[in-house]
């Protein structure tokens, strides 16, 4: 039986390791040629290796699966769009971006230094921008020529930018501005036959070895909720044909949970008619905080 994604092209980003890697065993598993993209960095962004998107590429087509590796800087403007061009070249087309590449550089907010947010910012929200920048070209592109795409991306944020983590300014920062990048696409895209959603995962990689640490050994036998493989299913269905009226969601995904996350929306409110005095607004508000939701916990708080 023909896989889910059969002959679908799928470019993913951080696909050397963790999650990305999963995603990318899992979409040729499924049928799909793959990108591999993975610059090959350390857990806080340092030094690079194409070792990574090599070992990935090779696991692909020992398993009889099509695969290239690319090792462009998906916060670098032209590698971003090398990465497109990489996809165009070597199968010809485009139909799902998985935007997944990060790193951390975890600090309290007194003591981060420009540096480390500005490293994490670009390398998150920019690395997300940049590689959806040029794909949304390409279709924009295609639909103008009369050849509708049915195409899709799926962007990574993570519980930290729904609900925020202690010690981890800069990544929620750009974490909760990868959701909100997300609608934004998925208002923008669709006239181009585009859907854009957003997972939050949790999983045991690199990245979550402190944050998960009571949780990341894995049982003897049995469910792994931890393993990074638990994500991809979702990640999949989400760049497959059959998910063609879901769009401008995040889906919270860990072990055999998945779930979809509501974020702002308008609550209870007020309205004088006229400009408040300041005085007046003191039993306005409590009465406001009364009736919402109580807001979510920090993690870590």
Do not use: C
Not at 76 to 101: K, P, Q, S
Not at 195 to 204: D, E, G, L
Request: hydrophobic share 45%; glycine share 12%.
């Amino acid at each position: 039986m023909a896989g889910i994604v059969e002959g679908r092209v799928v470019v993913v980003t951080g696909a050397g390791r963790g999650i990305g890697r999963a995603h990318a065993l899992t979409f040729a598993s499924e049928g799909a040629k793959v990108v591999v993209n993975d610059i090959g960095v350390s857990l806080d962004g340092e030094g690079n290796s194409a070792g990574p998107a090599q070992q990935v590429v090779a696991e692909i087509e020992a398993l009889g699966g099509e695969a290239v590796a690319n090792t462009d800087d998906v916060a670098d403007w032209a590698g971003a769009e090398a990465l497109i061009t990489t996809a165009l070249d070597a199968f010809g087309r485009l139909d799902v971006l998985v935007n997944n590449a990060g790193f951390l550089r975890d600090r309290m907010l007194v003591n981060l230094s420009e540096q480390e947010w500005d490293a994490v910012i670009r390398v998150h929200l920019k690395g997300h921008f940049a590689p959806m920048r040029h794909a949304a070209a390409y279709w924009r592109a295609e639909s103008k020529a009369g050849r509708q795409p049915d195409a899709r991306v799926i962007n990574t944020s993570s519980g930290a930018g729904l609900l925020g983590s202690v010690g981890q300014g800069n990544y929620t920062a750009a974490k909760g501005g990868i959701t909100s990048l997300t609608v934004v696409a998925a208002a923008e895209f669709a006239r181009y036959g585009v859907t854009v959603n957003a997972i939050a995962p949790a999983a045991r990689t690199r990245m979550t070895e402190q944050a998960f640490a009571e949780d990341m050994a894995a049982p003897d036998g049995g469910f792994d909720a931890m393993a990074p493989e638990n994500v991809s299913p979702l990640v999949v269905w989400l760049g497959s044909a059959e998910s063609a009226g879901v769009t401008g969601r995040v889906f919270e995904a860990d072990g055999g949970r998945i779930s979809i996350a509501e974020g702002w929306r308008h609550g209870p409110e007020r309205d004088k008619g006229a400009r408040w005095h300041p005085g007046e607004l003191g039993d306005v508000v409590k009465q406001l905080v009364a009736e919402a939701a109580e807001p979510e916990p920090v993690y870590g708080a």
